[in-house]
T-cell receptor
Framework: AQKVTQAQTEISVVEKEDVTLDCVYE???????LFWYKQPPSGELVFLIR??????QNEISGRYSWNFQKSTSSFNFTITASQVVDSAVYFC???????????????FGQGTELSVKP | EAGVVQSPRYKIIEKKQPVAFWCNPI?????LYWYRQNLGQGPELLIR????????DSQLPKDRFSAERLKGVDSTLKIQPAELGDSAVYLC???????????????FGAGTRLSVL
């Protein structure tokens, strides 16, 4: 069975602090995708990143960075110099890829609510 | 490019009443998903369409829920009759899968928040 665990329910930081959101996943599939989504108070899930199981390179996009480690089944997300606008619920998700280029259902974690205070 | 559009944004009904949600996916996206998100939880898939075909409806409570995607574009999700436990946010997502331009990334609408009294 596939499962995603986000052990941190809530995190509160002060603006400009760095913060890391943890994500641990379980799957028996050898080919899979991992995702991070942001859900601001407006409710819409905003796509942040997709990583496939064969690509363990870390990625940086502006103040965001992601660390994927297959050895520990983790896909952690770091926000550098956090800002008030980063306040939202962040979801890590997993999907299997039975066929190349085919979609599949997302298995979401419980989410981590990040609060960035000025 | 317009995103996934859902309506209504909010719906309040009494239990045992019917309710319907509408979704217009991103233009050209062949796969459409309906998810339910309970308070404080991550979304859970209800049904997935590839074009007009429902390819995964294993988690759809078929005794009271139904969905359709006529012509492979817009989709409607219906609950009849609604129960108190159906109160949740219903999210629609779409993606472009298969072929050389496939992205396999699900883009979500803002959702419909349903309250059953």
């Amino acid at each position: 069975a596939q499962k995603v665990t986000q052990a941190q329910t809530e995190i509160s930081v002060v603006e400009k602090e760095d913060v890391t959101l943890d994500c641990v996943y379980e799957t028996r599939d050898t080919t899979y995708y991992l995702f991070w989504y942001k859900q601001p108070p407006s409710g819409e899930l905003v796509f942040l990143i997709r990583r496939n199981s064969f690509d363990e390179q870390n990625e940086i996009s502006g103040r965001y960075s992601w660390n994927f480690q297959k050895s520990t089944s983790s896909f952690n997300f770091t926000i550098t110099a956090s800002q008030v606008v980063d306040s939202a619920v962040y979801f890590c998700a997993l999907t299997q890829s039975p066929f190349y280029n085919q979609g599949g259902k997302l298995i979401f974690g419980q989410g981590t609510e990040l609060s960035v205070k000025p | 490019e317009a995103g996934v559009v859902q309506s209504p944004r909010y719906k309040i009904i009494e239990k045992k009443q019917p309710v319907a949600f509408w979704c217009n996916p991103i233009s050209g996206h062949n796969t459409l998903y309906w998810y339910r998100q309970n308070l404080g939880q991550g979304p859970e898939l209800l049904i997935r369409y590839e074009n007009e075909e429902a390819v995964d409806d294993s988690q759809l409570p078929k005794d009271r829920f139904s969905a359709e995607r006529l012509k492979g574009v817009d989709s409607t999700l219906k609950i009849q009759p609604a129960e108190l436990g159906d109160s949740a946010v219903y999210l629609c997502a779409s993606s472009l899968d298969g072929g050389s331009k496939a992205k396999n990334i699900q883009y979500f609408g803002a959702g419909t928040r349903l309250s059953v009294l």
